[in-house]
Every structure is written in C-alpha cells, then in structure tokens.
C-alpha cells in the first residue's frame, strides 16, 4: 500500500521543462488566472453570492463574462459546462433520441462517440484522406448526407464537424460544412476545443448553431476542468430547458455545471486569451519553422500540408530505430528529452509522437530541433 502523505511532491514542469504536449500547451495558466484559483481555492466559494445557477452569478460578474464570450464567439448564448464533452453531449440530448442518426468526421474526438453511445444514436463518419494527410474533404457532408437517405429513408438529424483534430491538428473548412448543412437544413455543431482560446473563431461566420469548446485545452486557466457550450437564439428553448420544480436550474448541466476556482480562472484570463488570437498568425508561423526544422532531421510532419495549427504530429523512425537498439527500449526518447529538461512527449512513443510549440519561442523552438538532432546523432 502507498503510504498517504499531506506532502504531494510538487510539480515543476512549466518552471523546470519545455513542454511540448498539445493537450497542455493551451491550458497553460495565465499569471492572473493563477492568482485567482488560489483565492478561490475553498469548495464553493464561487457560489458566495449565489443566485440559483452558475451562469447568473454577478460577483465576481460570471453572466457578463458569458455574454462577453458569446459576442466572442459570434454566438447568441454561453453556458459554462464540465469541458467540451459536456457540450457536446448536451446538444445530442437535447436534440436527438435513441436510433437517431448523426454525421460526424472521422478525425473527431472519443468523446464525441461516447456522448453518442450513451444516447443510443447512430454514427455515419465522414472518411478522411488516410495517410499521410488524413484530411477531411467537407465536400464529403453532402455526399454522406445522400448516402444516409437512401439508406435510412431519412437525412441525419444533426452533423458534428471537428474544427481542429486532436490526432493531426488538421483545419477544416467549416463554413463549407455550414452551408451544406444549412442547404439541408440539418443542424451543425462545430467542435471547437483545439480551435476556440487559440485563433479567432466566430460562430456567425462560420454558421455554427452550436459551439463546444474547452477551456482548460484552449483557454488558459489551467488544471480543473470548465468548456463552453455556445448556441444561437434558434436552439434557446431546447439547450437551456430549466427544471420545473427548479426553474433557476437548466437541466442539461443537472443545475449547476463546473464550479469553483476554474470559473474565476476564467475571468481572470479573459484578456489575455482575447489578446492572444490576434497572434495566430504567428503561431503557425513558429509551428511551420518548428516542422521545417524537424523535417531537416529527417523526420516527418504528419497531417495536413503546409500546416496551419500548433498540433503536429511528427513520424519519427529515426527514433524507433535507435530504440531497438537502445537498453532503454521505446522510453529511451522520453529519457533523454527529460535529460535535455523538454517533455511532454509520451513516454515510450517513438514511432510517432504528437508535439507544440505554441506559445514558445524561437530561441526554444531551436534548442527543442537541437535537443532531436543531438539525439539523432547520438550525442
Ligand atoms: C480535448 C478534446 C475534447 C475533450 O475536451 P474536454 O474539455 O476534456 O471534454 C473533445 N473534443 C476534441 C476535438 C478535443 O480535442
């Protein structure tokens, strides 16, 4: 048994390392975000001046805040949720019933197809291009869309579109998958959790009835755990349904979603997550420097081409093969990028790994290619 402690060993990754891992590098707290989860650190205390729900607290001014990132996103209404999965899975429960079927691309995220699961629906995937782009044609909506017709007698009752994927960090075109929805007059959710905190999106333009997002991928506030789920005025009597008994109480989120430091969090980064969208640009900048370098090593970027998002995925079989030989086996790469004082890349991964640079510079984006090249040649 493992002998409890109160004394956690305390974690000093972003202090001590540079971190590469996509799931890690948009969460990445800002200074005031940290300052705010500390003050708020007791259970509830978010809730000081509650009002019957979450979303409506006016001290510290939550609503205004979500009205705020409603205009942010181009969207018509915000309610905080346990992350992305919880607003997807809230859009299928209030939309659809079980046999109900659903289009969604094959780049999308489990949680997609266990919200789905849970509900009972029927999943058509649009295929994407395999290797080595492993691109999402949005084209292919319209021809899904006729293929489930013919089949099922009935067009879909809702399309799901992963913005950016958690696996290459392709971008699709979503305002294409919009229209065809649109033509077919078949709701459209755009799963924004890689997108959303990190470039502009903007729901109107991209003609999203719903936008899932996740804000400790993408927002900046850290450990914890909070997303979005952002509608247009046309779904607000189906999304934000409140209890009978409890009619301070939307049912989707049983009342009450996140609560306590994660929401302050929030706040708190705001600013700097609105400031930091405008430099998108170059962010993919760097990245593009990042697999430029990399490929000069003779490793190879994965997804789309030339890439447009911080998530690269890299195919290395130089690694592996230094990994057969190595005493270490596949945990070798881990190892020495951990000797190197980098990680974030998964330990025992070395065929290929996923990687980010976002929010790094260029000074560290070169020691990271050095860190490979070192590696490579066995220094
Ligand atoms: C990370 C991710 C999720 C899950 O987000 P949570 O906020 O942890 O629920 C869902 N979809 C995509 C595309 C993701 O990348």
Redesign the pocket.
């Known amino acids: 048994m493992i002998k409890m402690t109160d004394e956690i060993e305390p974690r000093f990754v972003e202090e001590s390392f540079i971190n590469l891992n996509p ?1 890690q590098r948009g969460g990445i707290a800002s200074l005031a975000a940290r300052k705010a989860v500390i003050s708020y650190v007791d259970g509830y205390s978010i809730c000081d001046y509650c009002l019957g729900c979450v979303n409506k607290i006016k001290k510290p001014p939550v609503e205004e805040f979500l009205t705020q990132v409603s205009e942010f996103l181009g969207m018509d209404y915000t309610i905080l949720t ?5 607003a ?1 899975y809230a859009v299928f429960h209030s939309l659809l019933k079980p046999d109900d079927t659903i289009v969604v691309d094959a780049n ?2 489990y ?2 197809i266990v919200a789905a699961e849970n509900i009972g629906l029927r999943i058509f995937e649009i295929e994407n291009s395999g290797y080595p782009e492993f691109k999402i044609n949005p084209d292919n909506y319209q021809r899904v869309f006729d293929e489930i017709k013919n089949k099922t007698g009935k067009y879909p009752k809702l399309a799901l579109l ?1 913005h ?3 696996s290459y960090g392709n971008l699709v075109d979503a305002k294409k998958v919009s229209k065809i929805c649109s033509d077919y007059k078949i709701p459209f959710l755009l ?1 924004a ?2 997108s959303s905190g990190r470039m502009a999106v903007n729901g109107k333009n991209l003609g999203a009835d719903f936008i ?1 997002t ?4 993408g927002w900046a506030i850290g450990g914890g ?1 909070a ?1 979005f789920l952002s509608i247009t005025e046309k779904w607000r009597d189906k999304i934000l349904r409140v209890s009978k008994e409890y009619e301070a109480k939307q049912l989707e989120i049983l009342g009450c979603s996140t609560r306590g430091s994660v929401v302050p969090a929030l706040l708190a980064s705001f600013p700097y997550v609105t400031e930091r969208i405008k430099h998108w640009d170059e962010e993919v900048e760097k990245t593009r420097f990042f697999i430029k370098g990399a490929e000069k090593l003779g490793l190879k970027q994965l997804g789309e081409k030339p890439h447009n998002h911080d998530l690269v995925l890299l195919e290395t079989k130089l690694f592996h093969d230094i990994s057969k030989k190595h005493k270490k086996g596949g945990y070798f790469l881990y190892h020495e990028l951990r000797k190197r004082n980098i990680t974030g890349i998964k330990p025992g991964l070395t065929k290929q790994f996923k990687a980010s640079i976002y929010g790094l510079n260029k000074e560290q984006i070169s020691y990271v290619l050095d860190a490979f090249k070192d590696i490579i040649e066995g220094r």
């Open positions: 799931i346990n992350g992305c999965r919880e997807v999308r995220h949680t997609t992963t950016i994927d958690g799963n959790a890689y899932a996740s804000c400790h991928k755990n997303g």
